[in-house]
Each structure stands twice: as C-alpha cells, then as structure tokens.
C-alpha cells in the first residue's frame, strides 16, 4: 500500500520519492504538487525551472511570491503513477491530490487543506473512494463545530450595516488570499468601501476561471469613514472610531472579546473532516496538521485504522 511520509521538506510517498507534496523547505527534487498558496504550504525559496503541479491561480501567485520561473503541470503521468488534481473547497484555486500507482492501481488523495462547505460560488470539496487518506486535521477535535453559513453572514451583514450607520470606521481583518476573495463574493461585499492594495494584487492574480473580482476601490489609506478590507496586520494610519471585525473559525475559542468575531472558516469543522473520512472509505488514514493525533484518536473510536503523519526524516533522500 502506497506509505507516506513527512519529513522536513514536504510529504513524500515512499513508493515515489521524486514527488514532494506542499513542500515547506527548498524541495531537492524538481518536482513538487502545491495545493494552494498559502506561505505553510510552499517553501519561501525553490529552484529555477521546477515542475510545479497546481491550478493556474495557484502557480501564478506562487511564482509572484517566490519570484522565479517554474515550469507549470495540471497533471503527472509517468510509468509508475498519475496525479490528477480536483478541488479542495478551501480557496479559489485550491486542490487536493489524487495519485494513482500504475503497478498495483492503489490511489492515495492527499487533501491539502481542505473544506466540504460551499461557500458564496465556491464550491466545497467533493469526496472519493481511495485506498489511502491524506487529510488535514486544523478544526479536528470535537468542539470545533461551524454553524450554518449562511446565517452567520446575515448576522454578520446586519452588524457591519449597523456599525457602517452609525458612522463607525469599520476594518475587516482577513488573509490577503483566501478568505479576502471569499468575503468579495460574499453579501458582505456590496457593504465594502475600499480594499487594502496588497489584496487587489493577489486578485489580479487568480485565473478568471477560479475568481473574477468586484469592482471595489482600492485604499492604501483609510482617512474616511466607511467599510474596509484590510489584511490582518495592516499598517496603521492613526485611526480612531474604528470597530475591527475579523471572520476566522478561531472565533469559537472567543479570544477576541473587545472585537466583532464570526467563525467562518476555510477549513471544514469536525463533523466535515469525519464526513469526507466516511466518504473517502480508505484502508488507511493519516492525519497532519492541527489537531492531527486528536483526530487520528477520535478516527479510531470510529474503527478507522487511522495516524497521525509526523515528521520522521530530515532529508527526502535517507530512505
């Protein structure tokens, strides 16, 4: 059966170690699949000419990010396996990996992260049989449990509105990708003033295919009252009556008190990942990221024969 790895460069199959998956390191082979753009899921540097499997938004934004020239692939067919690619649901562009061992017809889905939701057009991830299941586990414990979208947007829109009425400076704190073109698709978008510039770039980026943007002004200041697109940690401008609003699904936890706060993530909640789980029927499951041992513990009270994926070796080449 196809067995992974991690080691400190990415996720390798043992069966195929020329192949890296979300490499977080320079990857020492010249091929690697990145599942979307996200700066834990790529590494900061790689080498000129790569072979980069990924969805057209994905490729064109990391070859911004990293500045180099990479050689870009849809799909991998060699004589010992396949790769094909489908949608994650976690961002435009996103993709999980569905690899296939030409010898022994075993398939192996590595999910990338990964969300069941559709959210606003984007549509979540639709599951498959596989023999073996690579699956992030970010919301996998059993508190994490997202309400219905979209009344959390209602409740959401009517509080921008409110706070947009009563003359507050309204800043919504976002990921400059992902979650910014979410909310852009979104009710919330048509209450929106400006967009800071560092997300007008990225937008500029997805292929109309995965994200075409509204038509929304950009701001590289905010002087004026109104509603805000922001990343996360935008420079401040001396600001005053601002109400800062921030979508992430760390809001279950309520560690921002002072803050408006609703939990919509890009990541499926706990009851998602054990829906794919069930769908996906695989022989053997291995959890990463998050709360990975949490949930490869609750997979089998489920009689799942299911691990956590830890990082045990430091070079691709040691095995």
Same mark, same amino acid.
């Given at each position: ?6 080691? @400190?460069?990415?996720?390798?199959? @043992?069966?195929? +170690? ?56 849809? &799909?991998?067919?060699?004589? @010992? ?25 075993? &398939? ?52 921008? =509105? ?11 704190? &976002? ?20 967009? !800071? +510039? ?10 109309? =295919?995965?994200?075409?943007? +509204? ?55 706990? !009851?998602?990942?054990? =829906?794919?789980?069930?769908? &996906? ?18 997979? @089998? ?19």
């Amino acid at each position: 059966m196809l067995s992974p790895i991690r080691t @400190r460069q990415g996720i390798v199959i @043992r069966e195929i +170690p020329e192949l890296v998956l979300d490499p977080t390191r320079k990857p020492a082979s010249n091929i690697a699949f990145i599942s979307h753009p996200h700066s834990d899921h790529h590494p900061s540097n790689i080498k000129r000419g790569t072979q980069l499997i990924a969805s057209r938004s994905t490729f064109n934004i990391i070859a911004y990010k990293l500045k180099t020239v990479l050689s870009f692939l849809e &799909t991998l067919e060699t004589d @010992r396996y396949s790769l094909i690619q489908v949608p994650s649901g976690h961002m435009h562009g996103s993709t999980s990996a569905v690899i296939r061992d030409n010898e022994t017809g075993e &398939t192996l889905i590595y999910s990338g992260d990964i969300n069941d939701r559709e959210r606003f057009g984007l549509k979540g991830y639709e599951s498959r049989k596989a023999d073996v299941l690579i699956i992030e586990a970010t919301y996998g414990h059993p508190r994490y449990l997202f309400p219905d979208t979209e009344e959390l947007m209602f409740q959401a829109y009517e509080t921008i =509105e409110n706070l947009k009425r009563i003359g507050r400076r309204v800043l919504i704190h &976002t990921y400059s990708l992902g979650k910014a073109q979410i909310l852009l698709k979104s009710p919330i978008a048509e209450l929106i003033d400006g967009i !800071h +510039p560092q997300i007008h770039t990225y937008n500029r980026l997805f292929s109309p =295919e995965d994200f075409i943007p +509204p038509e929304i002004p950009v701001k590289s200041t905010i002087d004026e009252q109104g509603v805000f697109l922001v990343p996360k940690k935008p420079s401040r401008n001396n600001w005053s009556n601002v109400a800062n609003v921030y979508f992430t699904g760390w809001a279950l936890n309520s560690y921002r008190t002072k803050s408006y706060s609703f939990p919509l993530s890009d990541h499926a909640d706990f !009851h998602g990942l054990l =829906e794919i789980v069930k769908k &996906t029927d695989p022989e053997k499951v291995y959890t990463i990221y998050g709360y990975h041992r949490e949930f490869a513990k609750e997979l @089998r009270k489920w009689g799942y024969n299911a691990e956590s994926l830890e990082i045990n070796q430091s070079k691709i080449d040691s095995f």
